[in-house]
């Protein structure tokens, strides 16, 4: 059974970059898309980007949500089955909890439980 | 920007049937949309239900069922049960993109 838990800091300065880390169990990286997904407090999901780890012979390649293109990069550590998000330059708008995915085919079928990142000075 | 709409809220009776619906700015939801749907409760992540437009997962209750109703994406629920009361949002896809519905806070009562 494949699970994922999200890890990193629940606190960061604004001007500052975030940084939160997926740990994938029971299964490979390989031949799916990870992405994140975050919801501020009281609003809905927003899509932030993900990474796609070909089957076979490929280029990895990434695809970000428009608010977040250019602030944030998602990476694989494939030698450690996990997958990054980075967000630069957070202001308070980026407090929200945070989820990583699996995209398997056109489902999102596991979840993170979700990381909880806190913008404050 | 392209933005995907569903009803803000909806309210149904215990094993009564509703149906929640999602739209696209830029023209009719059809089945190159791959339309998902989740179900999101307070301190939980968000639970897969529908993906590409009507296909259930193994652990999605047959009560809920995926189609197209017109030029959107629906879910419908029928004999809600009161652990149903949760947030629903769809995702559609856009290309290589893909956006989430501001969601429908469904309250069962």
């Known amino acids: 059974q494949v699970q994922l838990q999200e890890s990193g800091p629940g606190l960061v300065k604004p001007s500052e970059t975030l940084s939160l880390t997926c740990t994938v169990s029971?299964?490979?990286?390989?031949?799916?898309?990870w992405g994140w997904v975050r919801q501020p407090p009281g609003k809905g999901l927003e899509w932030i980007g993900y990474?796609?780890?070909?089957?076979?012979?490929?280029?990895?390649?990434?695809n970000y949500g428009f608010s977040l293109k250019t602030r944030a990069t998602i990476s694989l550590d494939r030698s450690n089955n996990r997958f990054s998000l980075e967000v630069r330059s957070v202001t308070a708008a980026d407090t929200a909890f945070y989820y990583c995915?699996?995209?398997?085919?056109?489902?999102?079928?596991?979840w993170g439980q979700g990381a909880l990142v806190t913008v404050s000075s | 920007q392209t933005v995907v709409t569903q009803e803000p809220s909806l309210t149904v009776s215990p094993g009564g049937t509703v149906t929640l619906t999602c739209g696209s700015s830029?023209?009719?939801?059809?089945?190159?949309?791959?339309s998902n749907w989740f179900q999101k409760k307070p301190g939980q992540a968000p639970r897969a239900l529908i993906y590409?437009?009507?296909n259930r997962h193994s652990w999605t209750p047959a009560r809920f069922s995926g189609s197209l109703l017109g030029d959107k994406a629906a879910l419908t629920l029928s004999d809600v049960q009161p652990e149903d009361e949760a947030e629903y949002y769809c995702?559609?896809?856009?290309?290589?993109?893909?956006?989430f519905g501001g969601g429908t806070k469904l309250t069962v009562l």
């Open positions: 590409t437009t009507s």
């Open positions: 830029t023209g009719a939801v059809t089945s190159s949309s791959y």
């Open positions: 029971g299964g490979s990286l390989r031949g799916y898309y």
């Open positions: 995915t699996r995209r398997s085919g056109r489902t999102f079928d596991h």
């Open positions: 995702l559609l896809y856009f290309g290589a993109a893909v956006i």
């Open positions: 990474v796609y780890y070909p089957a076979s012979m490929g280029s990895i390649s990434n």
